[in-house]
């Protein structure tokens, strides 16, 4: 059972960064490629941005190209979303999931992980 462990939301104005970071449990978690999602109260859970684990390629929803990055430290172990210029509609809860092997990495689904999830608040 892999666990995942979110860290870095809170409270932040319009235009402002944060960086969220999901450090997994498993010794293998090179083997496991990582997504970010994020709910918003009333709203479905909406996929953030992912990173495969056999080569890296990342990949955005439309609402965060450009300002959002995805990565990952094997090394450490975690898996980061760097968040700039924050808007009021990012405001969400965000969830750090994981999936190992190959396959879709677009919806919830798609997932065999989860973490608790972090709050994100961007006022305006």
């Known amino acids: 059972q892999v666990q995942l462990v979110e860290s870095g939301g809170g409270l932040v104005q319009a235009g402002d960064s944060l960086r969220l970071s999901c450090a997994p449990s498993?010794?293998?978690?090179?083997?496991?490629?990582m997504g970010w999602f994020r709910q918003a109260p009333g709203k479905e859970r909406e996929l953030v941005a992912t990173i495969r684990w056999s080569d890296g390629v990342t990949y955005y929803g439309d609402g965060v190209k450009g300002r959002f990055t995805i990565s990952r430290d094997n090394a450490k172990t975690s898996v980061y979303l760097q968040m700039n210029s924050l808007k009021p509609e990012d405001t969400a809860v965000y969830y750090c999931?994981?999936?190992?092997?190959?396959?879709?990495?677009?919806?919830?689904?798609?997932?065999?992980?989860w973490g608790q999830g972090t709050q994100v608040t961007v006022s305006s």
């Open positions: 498993e010794r293998t978690f090179r083997r496991y490629s």
């Open positions: 999931a994981a999936r190992m092997g190959f396959g879709s990495l677009s919806q919830a689904k798609d997932y065999d992980y």
